[in-house]
């Protein structure tokens, strides 16, 4: 069965510098979609990243990357020069040919101090 | 171009009551998901819809809820005899082809807080 592990419940970064959430995740299948979702404390998810299992660079979005490590089925986010609008919950998503929708993980609450 | 959008944003009610959570996609969207977020918790998936026909409706967690869309647009997701354990928020997402394509992101709205008391 698809599942997405997020093992830090809580992050703590300091303005101006880089941090990585984790995110590792368990399917049979061959083809699937990577998604990473931020959540501020209004409520929104604002789809920040995906990444296809095919893809052989990296994705990146401005500030966001994402570290894909195919063998390790892991798809840790990295986000450079934080900003205190940063702060919010992170949730990594999965989506694969077995359904049609996202699988998501427990999220990872992530704090910018100045 | 406006985003998804749901209503209401808040809504109270007494246990037993009938609610309604309706959800705007994005225009040109074809699928149609809903979800529901526990306090504290990651997303469940409740039901899906390609245009006007729900061909996954697993994660609907009783027969109390349902939904319909209408004109591969507006949906709603009603649930009847509300109980203590419905509250949560309820998101709603679009996307443009649905289906099984990997790729096709997914687009929340704000979501509807419900709390029953």
């Known amino acids: 069965a698809q599942k997405i592990t997020q093992t830090q419940p809580g992050m703590f970064v300091q303005e101006k510098e880089a941090v990585t959430l984790d995110c590792t995740y368990d399917t049979s299948d061959q083809s699937y979609g990577l998604f990473w979702y931020k959540q501020p404390s209004s409520g929104e998810m604002i789809f920040l990243i995906y990444?296809?299992?095919?893809?052989?660079q990296n994705a990146t979005e401005g500030r966001y990357s994402l570290n894909f490590q195919k063998a390790r089925k892991s798809a840790n986010l990295v986000i450079s020069a934080s900003q205190l609008g940063d702060s919010a919950m992170y949730f990594c998503a999965m989506r694969d040919q077995a359904g049609t929708a996202l699988i998501f993980g427990k999220g990872t609450t992530l704090s910018v101090s100045s | 171009g406006a985003g998804v959008s749901q209503s209401p944003s808040n809504k109270v009610t007494e246990k037993g009551k009938d609610v309604e959570l309706r959800c705007d996609p994005i225009s040109g969207h074809t699928a149609l998901y809903w979800y529901r977020q526990r306090l504290g918790q990651g997303l469940e998936f409740l039901i899906y819809f390609q245009g006007n026909s729900a061909p996954d409706k697993s994660g609907l967690p009783s027969d109390r809820f349902s939904a319909e869309r209408t004109g591969e647009s507006v949906s709603t997701l009603t649930i009847q005899r509300t109980q203590q354990e419905d509250s949560a928020v309820y998101l709603c997402a679009s996307s443009l082809i649905g289906g099984i394509l990997i790729t096709d992101t997914q687009y929340f709205g704000p979501g509807t807080r419900l709390t029953v008391l």
């Open positions: 990444q296809g299992s095919y893809d052989e």
